[in-house]
């Protein structure tokens, strides 16, 4: 753990943007189980709700999800499951495989991050196929669970790499993004909304209903912020691109 406690008010952030979102009617699910969601009825109010690097502080959420009887993905970067959150800019560790195992199969979806969650774009073809391939079955062969989503480091990609999660037998697959999905988005480029600190309950619900405006200036410089909180992105669907 971090020295200062960052986790207390993420933590009762958490507690309140999930509060308000369900308070508006909001569904809150992992990924794989939003988009079935959201094929059976386009007008279902589902939140998809993601966390990136599988950090250990991770351990907090699942009696959240429990409170607001929500589900969540966690995406795990599998070289680095055990060990120091280094390679993700993290002061604490990633979950081992022993955390993994025990988070509730029926709240958390376990996706894979990459293997050594290295930025997609300065891999070849086959050196992506690799770390793709080598961390969804390291997930599967090590928590004996099916692996549908993946999200790419550093929260962007290109259809170059779209195509070769999707052959590795992935169902779907995220990027940052910072809008709302539309219905001609490919299932291997979602985007994200970025869910900051700073977001109380009536931000929360403007962001998944309207997008990220207003939101976006200083996104970047979190991309991999010190706040543990801002590491939740949250998909949701809509009828139409907003940027
Ligand atoms: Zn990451």
């Given at each position: ?116 969650h290295m930025p997609t774009d300065v ?112 998909y949701r669907t809509s009828g139409r691109?907003?940027?």
């Amino acid at each position: 753990m971090a020295s200062a406690d960052p986790l207390t008010v993420p933590r009762q952030v958490i507690d309140e943007q999930w509060s308000a979102l369900r308070s508006a009617g909001w569904r809150l699910l992992g990924l794989t189980q939003a988009l079935q969601a959201h094929a059976a009825d386009p007008g279902a109010k589902v939140l998809g709700v993601t966390f990136d690097d599988g950090r250990d502080d991770f351990a907090l959420v699942p009696d959240l999800l429990v409170r607001h009887d929500a589900r969540a993905t966690l995406y795990v970067p599998t070289a680095h499951v055990g060990g120091p959150g280094g390679p993700v800019h993290y002061a604490g560790r990633v979950m081992s495989w022993e955390e993994l195992a025990e988070l509730p199969q029926d709240r958390v979806e376990i996706g894979s991050h990459s293997h050594r969650h290295m930025p997609t774009d300065v891999l070849t073809d086959r050196e992506l196929a690799v770390e793709v391939a080598t961390s969804r079955e390291a997930l599967q062969d090590r928590l004996g669970r099916p692996v549908w989503s993946f999200c790419y480091p550093n929260g962007y990609a290109a259809p170059r790499q779209a195509r070769i999660v999707a052959s590795a037998g992935f169902r779907n697959a995220c990027v940052v993004g910072r809008r709302l999905s539309g219905w001609a988005d490919d299932l291997f480029l979602l985007p994200r909304l970025q869910v900051l600190p700073e977001h109380g309950g009536r931000q929360i619900i403007a962001l998944v209903e309207r997008g990220e405006r207003g939101w976006v200036p200083r996104i970047k410089e979190f991309a991999h912020p010190p706040w543990r909180m801002v590491r939740q992105g949250v998909y949701r669907t809509s009828g139409r691109v907003l940027t």
